[in-house]
């Protein structure tokens, strides 16, 4: 058995009872019964998944930063050459990236996997080395990779899940860096969710129209591909269509809901992992949380697909993680409530109107 094939068996489902006394805690703390909103079904969810009310304090949490490269790049999908994934690689380990300074405010450690870059990237503190290959081959003429790799990617990922809550990680954040990336994750979205190419795809790091639309039409010819092929299970559709960085983000989260941690997802790429993720153990859906909502369209897509509502909407297309970690401290607020909010006994508060 594999390893993110032992941890999708080892997901359980989250205690709906737990949940309940949540929710049951909520109306006898010293506030109007649901005025706090989202807030409130966060906590409920905390609990589900911690299976005790109130929940332990998602923290501390760590943010892992997924690397790939992307063969499709030769198609000419993105105005950024290959290059740059390797380059911002050296960028996270140094603390330089958009994801570090927003993992430092809200205190969440960056720990980065290179799964498959194509160039070499130099020894780095922090930089976590588990090439599986170097760059997946060019979606639009072929396979990505190879059903081993993906599986070998999937374990990468579901082996440093383990790792870190067996660490004393107590929430799990997802991170991303891969040039072209965006058109793999509207492949397996487009796939898992049974749209079109079209809907699904969109600019990325900001393609001109004409890029936009060579993007659209390697999406649908590689999801046409896939299916003519009978590329169905999740590893296949991950050595179809998918990244390597992907790969690894969806054992990660299955990892992370077999050690019974939330899992704050990014945007568009950490949510066609999700997909994959949810496809491999259906129970890791309740350990997921959506960060914030990125504006390409694959996003909302997959969140109304998965039936996730995102704590944040703030026009957001980075990636990196940097939306799961500003998702964070409001994730944090929702079990502190639970737990150290006073009830209306314990203050002596009237309850309810006169």
């Known amino acids: 058995m594999s390893l993110h094939g032992d941890a999708a068996e080892a997901v359980r489902p989250v205690d709906a009872d737990a949940a309940a006394q949540a929710r049951a805690r909520h109306d006898r703390l ?3 019964p649901g005025s706090l909103g989202r807030l409130e079904d966060l906590g409920a969810q905390l609990c589900a998944i911690a299976r005790r009310c109130p929940p332990p304090l998602p923290e501390p949490a760590t943010v892992a930063v997924f690397a790939g490269d992307h063969g499709v790049l030769e198609e000419g999908i993105s105005p950024w050459p290959q290059a740059v994934t390797g380059q911002m690689v050296s960028n996270f ?13 809200v205190g969440a450690e960056v720990v980065v996997v290179d799964v498959g870059v194509a160039g070499e990237v130099p020894e780095l503190p922090g930089l976590r080395r588990a090439k599986v290959r170097a760059g997946t081959g060019n979606l639009a003429r072929g396979p990505a990779m190879t059903d081993a790799e993906a599986a070998a990617a999937l374990d990468v990922g579901a082996a440093l899940a383990a790792e870190l809550a067996a660490g004393g990680t107590r929430c799990l954040l997802t991170g991303d860096m891969g040039i072209g990336n965006t058109t793999p994750s509207a492949a397996i979205i487009a796939t898992v969710c049974g749209l079109s190419a079209e809907t699904v795809t969109g600019p990325g790091t900001g393609v001109d ?11 649908t010819e590689a999801v046409e591909r896939a299916e003519r092929e009978g590329r169905t299970t999740p590893v296949e559709l991950l050595s179809s269509l998918g990244g390597l960085e992907i790969a690894a983000l969806a054992g990660y989260i299955v990892g992370g809901a077999a050690a019974g941690l939330p899992v704050i997802l ?7 992992a999700a997909l994959i993720a949810v496809a491999i153990a259906p129970e890791a859906l309740g350990y997921l949380v959506a960060g914030h909502r990125s504006t390409e369209p694959g996003a909302t897509a997959a969140l109304e697909h998965l039936g996730l509502s995102p704590v944040l909407d703030l026009g957001m297309r980075l990636g990196e993680g940097t939306g799961a970690c500003l998702a964070l401290p409001v994730v944090q607020s929702a079990a502190r409530v639970l737990g150290e909010m006073a009830t209306f006994d314990t203050a002596g508060v009237s309850e309810g109107p006169a």
């Open 30 to 32: 010293t506030k109007p």
């Open 209 to 219: 129209s004409a890029r936009l639309a060579r993007k659209v039409q390697i999406v």
């Open 266 to 272: 990014d945007g568009v790429i950490a949510l066609a």
């Open 93 to 105: 380990a140094l603390g330089g990236a958009a994801v570090n300074v927003l993992a430092d405010r």
